[in-house]
């Protein structure tokens, strides 16, 4: 007696376009692909497709390569569950023109089906490499592990000794700020502030000093909106989405690219900043203990759901904004300088130490330790505070 098959076990893996891509992106996938449509995604779920009678009538009504998909993919497709036996789609296929893609029980996208590739192996493309980025004051760095373009060590280190100034003068504005209040108004802001804290909601202080410290940091991603550094944040962004989609690196097309990405620093500071505030609310009211234990289990849970969704939000009302021309241009130039550099290594695997080195968080430390020792030394020279508690 033959194994029951499925449809997840003859999809096609066809690399999907989104709606922002280029037509000449999704021509080239539909090359590639072998299956002759192109899968459209919108959030990972499909929303049309582009075949080559879409594509042809595209080319007849005198389209751009350059302009974006969504204006000619088709809405007129099958979704196919994955859990479909083979014997059903098969009689599907057999009886419509209709494209179909294989969903999955969420209705995001798989793979593609053909009646052909019910019957033959699945069609699998090669991965793209990962490239990593950041944004510095002198522009747009890229780093693929192996080799970098873009922003040297001094763009680097400024950025590190950039953040260290921006939550310096946070700080400085927020407890300024409460110090000022307190002596003008005689509101305890300030007290509130550096108030032990004793892990009970009923403490009005404990809630106060929980709100007034967070504000810190909420202060510091204001800062750093306002500065031409977020639009260039932005462009970086949207130049490795253009790269890691393979589309042209040409203004028209990475001014589609989405400004938020899913590997950003931001997601990770967005992690530990919700795990240090979950815990602290967890705790409220928890005595010592297993208790504690378990609040803190709690504040991990909630911070491992919700961190790439909080990591995004930030991205998009903090650490990014809309780029202008000429700092898409500026990235556009580092994307195409480290391909450039990247294709003479042929794929290569660099040692762990080059990857440390390329990935510039060195660099940025080295900046912000510098900024802190220059500090530190106009403290001991004039004989006044500048970080103060």
């Not at 594509?55 to 998909?69: F, K, S, Y």
């Not at 009689?91 to 089906?113: F, K, M, N, S």
């Amino acid at each position: 007696m033959s194994e029951k098959r499925f449809v997840a076990d003859k999809l096609q893996r066809v690399l999907p376009a989104y709606p922002e891509d280029s037509l000449l992106r999704a021509a080239e996938l539909m090359a590639h692909g072998g299956a002759g449509v192109v899968p459209i995604l919108e959030y990972g779920a499909p929303v049309g497709v582009l075949t080559e009678t879409r594509l042809r009538t595209a080319i007849q009504r005198g389209a751009d390569w350059l302009e974006p998909v969504a204006r000619w993919m088709d809405d007129n497709f099958l979704r196919l569950p994955i859990d479909t036996p083979l014997e059903t789609a098969a009689e599907i296929l057999a009886h419509t023109e209709q494209p179909a893609l294989g969903v999955d029980p969420w209705g995001r996208y798989v793979g593609v089906v053909t009646l052909a590739g019910l019957a033959a192996r699945p069609i699998n493309l090669p991965q793209l490499g990962t490239i990593g980025g950041m944004a510095t004051p002198l522009g747009v760095y890229l780093t693929n592990g192996a080799t970098s373009a873009g922003a040297g060590r001094l763009g680097l280190m400024l950025t590190g000794a950039l953040l260290f100034s921006l939550f310096l003068l946070a700080h400085w504005l927020v407890v300024g700020g409460m110090w000022w209040a307190q002596q003008q108004f005689g509101a305890p802001w300030y007290s509130y502030y550096n108030s032990p804290f004793a892990g009970q909601w009923f403490l009005f202080s404990d809630v106060m000093g929980l709100v007034l410290r967070s504000s810190i940091f909420v202060v510091f991603l204001l800062l750093m909106r306002l500065l031409p550094i977020a639009g260039t944040h932005a462009a970086e962004h949207m130049v490795v989405h253009a790269i890691e989609r393979g589309e042209p690196l040409t203004l028209e097309v990475v001014r589609r690219m989405p400004r938020v990405h899913p590997r950003c620093g931001t997601n990770l500071v967005a992690g530990i900043m919700l795990f240090l505030g979950l815990s602290k609310v967890f705790q409220f009211g928890v005595p010592d203990g297993e208790a504690r234990d378990f609040a803190l289990l709690m504040a991990l849970l909630g911070t491992l759901l919700f961190w790439r969704s909080f990591g995004t939000l930030l991205q998009w009302v903090a650490t990014t904004k809309p780029p202008t021309d000429r700092q898409l241009m500026q990235a556009i130039r580092v994307g195409e300088e480290l391909l450039r550099k990247a294709r003479s290594l042929s794929g290569a695997t660099p040692p762990l130490g080059l990857r440390l080195l390329h990935s510039g968080l060195l660099q940025i430390l080295i900046g912000a330790w510098g900024m802190m020792a220059l500090v530190y030394l106009l403290e001991s020279l004039l004989g006044i505070t500048l970080i103060v508690q």
